[in-house]
């Protein structure tokens, strides 16, 4: 298992380089640069500004400095947030967007989860019809549309929760379903195939046959078995929440990493911008170790390796 | 081949309407898209303005329309293009195989790590809020799923006894991937277009939403929502009607691509042909 864990975290690395790397280019490639302002910045001062932050140089070289100072962790001063060091802003910000992901998957497993197994254990009813029916709609919604038409519903209209900011409990709930809502669409699809694959299989027949309760097969015999395939989604689904949720913490007026990196992609704020993408990075390749961890724990045909 | 579901026959129906509406705009639209009727700022929907007007007295059906325009341009032509790049590059990757194929695949597995909607963001950004821009940022990422599938599809067909077949006639690489490869995942291809629009429709409009895409004056379904974001708590219609057209739009490409998917995708488990 540790040999697995560290395997994967090796190899997760050279994918961080190129995200890096990749990432740094792209933003020195079109021209225009933090100091470009509005309000334009007598030339001594602008060229004294870019020697202190090493812009003056060119950029292969520039790259060179900065991964240099990456890799020995430091992620270097925000040119916007005079004082602050990118790190401090992820520190302030990134437990935010964490909790609201945390909430979101929540929100994913505990609507998708039991609408896919009341779907396919009443196949065909009117009821699996309607699942499928707002598992469609909630594909096909965007998350902003979502956060937007519940905030006017719940918050302008029946001022029954804030329409946002991040205070408490109370503060959550919007958010974490508008950014969940999609993905419990299609946690709810893919529940449904799996356990109506699962309750054809002849060891229900079985259980059934010797005349087990039916709340005993879905929870202890259909539903273990069904679990795999929303695990090893999850990786992926992980991802998806992670990166989308600026649109809601743009939306809400969260103060998490979202927003942090739009603004900072408006202000060219090379260090900002490299530190929020490759936090994301991180937390990426992370999600997919753990999914893959859950897997290999959950299913003992799966060897980790 | 029909018969089977009515939602595609509907969700057909509505894309070609909002599609000949959107081609037709200058000539379906009440007015232009930014005519400015400055009595009637802010104001419901009415006889004259059948969706209200925005904070400048813009009619908000016109608005729509031509908003129409760069939603579904943005949706079906970046689709297109990645179509286009992916099918070529993995059928290229996937038929020469060996090391140019594992080079191949190492470029796709890195687009693959990057965290797309955040690159989107940022090529967005840098190339200058625009169709192009947004066009290039999406291109730019979705190619590679396109590749993925296609390479594995062609990896299995071209063991068929038929490509053997013309292998042995001599016929070209050129023309057995065209002429006798492609026919057979075209209908995967398509499977996949229908899929995929309405994800970079849904893109685009993320973007434009939190005001990083389509720039005023021009003006997309997600630009037009923004406009009404601001002023949600009041006149919550000028919301409404551009996240309608939206979801609309998007689940009809779903039920769409559902349809066709049973009917076209040979891995398809309810296919009844």
Redesign the interface.
């Known amino acids: 298992m540790l040999r697995f864990i560290v395997r994967r975290i090796l190899l997760g690395i050279p ?1 961080l380089v ?2 890096a790397t ?2 740094f280019f ?2 020195h ?2 021209p ?1 640069g933090p100091f470009d302002t509005e309000k334009i910045l007598p030339p001594e001062i602008k060229a004294n500004v870019e020697a202190k932050y090493h812009l003056d140089k060119p950029v292969p070289l520039q790259y060179l400095l900065y991964m240099k100072q990456l890799f020995q962790g430091d992620l270097g001063p925000s040119y916007k947030y005079l004082g602050r060091d990118v790190s401090d802003i992820i520190r302030d910000t990134f437990p935010v967007s964490f909790t609201l992901g945390l909430c979101a998957v929540l929100v994913v497993l505990g609507l998708g989860v039991p609408a896919g197994m009341i779907s396919a254990y009443w196949q065909n009813s009117l009821l699996d019809r309607s699942v499928l029916f707002v598992a ?2 909630g ?7 979502l956060g ?2 519940s ?2 519903i719940f918050s ?1 209209h029946w001022h029954w929760l804030p329409p946002a900011l991040w205070e408490g409990p109370r503060h959550m709930i919007l958010p974490a379903f508008a950014l969940g809502a999609g993905f419990a669409g299609y946690v709810a699809r893919l529940t449904r195939t799996k356990v109506l694959d699962v309750l054809s299989s002849d060891y229900i027949r079985t259980a059934r046959a010797k005349g087990l309760t039916e709340p005993v097969i879905m929870f202890k015999h259909v539903l273990i078995n069904s679990i795999y395939p929303i695990v090893s989604v999850m990786g992926p689904l992980t ?1 998806g929440l ?3 949720s ?2 809601i913490e ?2 809400f007026s969260i103060p998490g990493m979202g927003r942090f ?2 603004t900072a ?2 202000n060219r704020d090379y260090p900002l ?1 490299m530190g ?2 490759l936090v ?2 991180v937390l ?1 390749v992370i999600a997919n170790l753990v999914v893959d961890m859950i897997y290999g724990w959950l299913d003992p045909r799966v060897t980790l390796k | 081949m029909w018969q089977y579901s009515l939602t595609s026959k509907l969700s057909a129906g509505f894309l070609l309407m909002v599609s000949a509406i959107a081609v037709l705009a200058p000539w379906v639209a009440p007015y232009s898209y930014e005519t400015q009727d400055t009595l009637q700022t802010l104001a419901f929907p009415s006889l004259d303005h059948w969706m209200g007007t925005d904070r400048l007295g813009r009619d908000l059906l016109s608005r729509m329309i031509y908003g129409a325009r760069v939603s579904l341009f943005i949706g079906v032509f970046t689709t297109l293009f990645a179509l286009l790049v992916g099918t070529v590059y993995g059928a290229i990757s996937a038929y020469v195989g060996g090391r140019t194929d594992n080079l191949m695949m190492r470029l796709v597995d890195v687009v693959f790590a990057l965290p797309d909607l955040l690159m989107i963001i940022l090529i967005t950004v840098l190339m200058g809020r625009g169709v192009a821009g947004v066009f290039v940022a999406l291109s730019l990422v979705s190619w590679v799923t396109v590749a993925r599938l296609v390479r594995g599809e062609v990896l299995r067909i071209k063991e068929y006894p038929y490509v053997q077949a013309a292998r042995a006639l001599g016929a070209s690489p050129t023309r057995i991937l065209v002429r006798e490869i492609l026919p057979n995942i075209l209908g995967i291809l398509i499977v996949t277009l229908s899929f995929r629009i309405p994800m970079a429709i849904l893109a685009e409009s993320t973007l434009s939403f939190i005001g990083l895409g389509i720039a005023p004056p021009f003006s997309s379904w997600g630009t037009l929502a923004n406009d009404g974001w601001t002023a949600i708590k009041f006149y919550p219609h000028l919301i409404l009607f551009p996240s309608l057209a939206i979801f609309l739009t998007i689940l009809s490409f779903n039920f769409l691509g559902d349809g066709l998917r049973e009917v076209l995708d040979p891995r398809s488990s309810k296919r009844r042909l």
């Open positions: 994918v190129t995200v990749l990432t792209i933003m490639w079109v225009g469609a709609m594909i096909s919604v965007p998350s902003f549309v937007a038409i905030v006017w302008h991802a992670i990166t989308g600026f649109v743009f939306i990196f739009i992609v408006t911008i929020v993408t994301y990075a990426i």
